[in-house]
């Protein structure tokens, strides 16, 4: 989604598709590469995903389904990262920071052109960067807040500066909110996205499909495929057999890992399994009066127990991790052991904190892993003392307007899919209604500090979430993808916030 959608959240989510490294695992790696294959001439290629884009508008429009399906496609940004998460030129062929760390001046490339036929310069730079802080309206806008000033220097240079040093800024600009704009090109972002990306936007099908084509006078390396089309899918069942008769190629994300022995005993498939940023979080809204008392929601935590649930709604594939920090991540620590299953605590928690008998609505968008892991949240939350009601939410439009957007929810389950989110997920106006100073204390030290002093910091700041339970983090989604053996350059770790479709190839 991003946090990922961011909601934030979702997708995979989102929530979608996507979207930290391991101590053991540090970075993604691909499968081959459609970067360096000719281009297939008229070849098409249909992929299946869950949780379709309520909007094309990632400005506006919460959900990570837009900038799975966009980003890095249709959209492009001056950094992005590349298949280990370093930060590397795209846009911007480099760069150089000032000895304060406050101010950017990117060099940018001289012959990318928008596919409504302008050329891309260092003022659409401006205009982009500006309009985020003047006209998106989504909670990650937050993150182009200490840019003090935008200018160009040239046709082809760009200078930014920073109203303090922050070690976050440069990494954001690799998300939806680093995404270049033509200022011509964005009266209707909603159903026409113009960028100077390797694909062009050709049709939406809601309910349905959307179709990019090459991007034929594209700058740099022209993708393999002149067509892809994302199908989208609301049953696992209809995905897997879409693969199954041969009327999708791929499975960007796979939403019935029971089911994944049809593919892995049949050679004409491939099976992809990797690490993603998707968090699947039991959130509550620490705004009620329920969750304002510690006990209780260490007492949900340990009410939990984290292995079982994983085998059971999502046949053991994922990782259990703890608090709001993937594997791939440089502060990742393995927080499971703060909050252990302990059903007896949980009980005795519960008992005193009054909480006890209570019911607590759990809002459930309808996605698979949500669907399927609420029924196992209940049982066992229920048989801490609790009584828990599921509610089912359509997702994306009803779940981001109820839950996302009105808070109006005891507990939910989603997965947030952005990149290093958890400040941006955990704070008093976000939908889990967090506030807490000493948090954003240690996030702040962490956007300031030189390199050792952000890992620090970031490792308070996720032992902190942990420790007071400000939420419950389920499981990590893992990256699944079958595929049609003969397709190459799929992402072994999802890691940013886009599906990249250049790479692929047959």
Not at 24 to 34: D, E, L, M, R, Y
Not at 224 to 244: E, H, R, S
Not at 250 to 273: C, H, R
């Amino acid at each position: 989604m991003k946090s990922s959608f961011r909601i934030r959240a979702v997708a995979f989510l989102a929530s979608a598709a996507v979207l930290a490294l391991t101590a053991c695992s540090a970075g993604s790696s691909t499968s081959g590469g459609g970067s360096g294959s000719s281009p297939g001439g008229d070849q098409k290629l249909s992929v299946g995903l869950v949780a379709e884009p309520a909007s094309l508008d990632f400005t506006t429009t919460d959900g990570a389904a837009i900038p799975q399906a966009l980003l890095g496609n249709v959209y492009e940004t001056l950094v992005k990262q590349d298949d280990s998460g370093k930060i590397v030129p795209s846009l911007a062929k480099s760069w150089t920071v000032s000895p304060d760390r406050k101010t950017y001046t990117f060099d940018l490339v001289d012959n990318a052109k928008f596919t409504n036929g302008k050329q891309f310069t260092a003022n659409d730079a401006v205009f982009s960067i500006n309009r985020v802080k003047t006209a998106w309206t989504i909670s990650l806008k937050a993150a182009m807040d200490v840019v003090a000033s935008a200018k160009a220097l040239s046709p082809t240079q760009l200078q930014v500066t920073l109203a303090k040093p922050s070690n976050d800024w440069l990494f954001r600009m690799t998300t939806r909110i680093g995404a270049m704009f033509s200022e011509s090109g964005v009266s209707a972002l909603a159903t026409d996205p113009v960028g100077t990306g390797p694909f062009k936007f050709s049709k939406w099908n809601r309910g349905d499909s959307i179709v990019m084509v090459r991007n034929d006078d594209y700058w740099g390396s022209k993708p393999f495929f002149q067509q892809i089309t994302l199908k989208y899918f609301k049953d696992a069942t209809a995905l897997n057999n879409a693969l199954l008769t041969g009327t999708i190629n791929v499975i960007g994300t796979v939403q019935a890992p029971e089911a994944l022995s049809q593919f892995t005993s049949n050679d004409k498939y491939q099976v992809i399994e990797g690490t993603t940023n998707g968090e699947v979080l039991l959130s509550f809204n620490n705004s009620r009066p329920v969750f304002k008392d510690l006990r209780t929601r260490q007492a949900i935590r340990m009410a939990i127990d984290h292995k079982a649930l994983l085998d059971t709604c999502w046949a053991g594939r994922g990782k259990l991790i703890g608090s709001m920090v993937p594997p791939t991540d440089p502060w990742y620590e393995d927080l499971t052991g703060v909050a252990p299953y302990d059903l007896a605590k949980a009980k005795s928690l519960l008992q005193a904190s009054g909480a006890a008998g209570k019911t607590l609505r759990l809002r459930l968008p309808t996605l698979p892993y949500a669907t399927s892991c609420g029924q196992v949240v209940k049982s066992m939350l229920e048989q801490a003392g609790l009584k828990v009601q599921i509610d089912q939410l359509e997702f994306p439009a009803a779940w981001l307007t109820t839950v996302f957007k009105n808070a109006d929810y005891d507990m939910s389950i989603i997965a947030h899919v952005e990149p290093r989110d958890l400040g941006a997920v955990f704070n008093a106006k976000y939908y889990t209604r967090y506030d807490d100073p000493t948090l954003q204390g240690y996030l702040a030290a962490a956007d300031s500090g030189d390199e050792a002093a952000q890992v620090d910091n970031m490792k308070k700041a996720a032992r902190r979430l942990s420790e007071q339970a400000a939420g419950d983090w389920l499981f990590l989604l893992p990256n699944l993808i079958v595929a049609d053996k003969n397709i190459k350059g799929l992402p072994t770790n999802a890691i940013t916030e886009n599906f990249d479709l250049s790479k692929l190839a047959r």
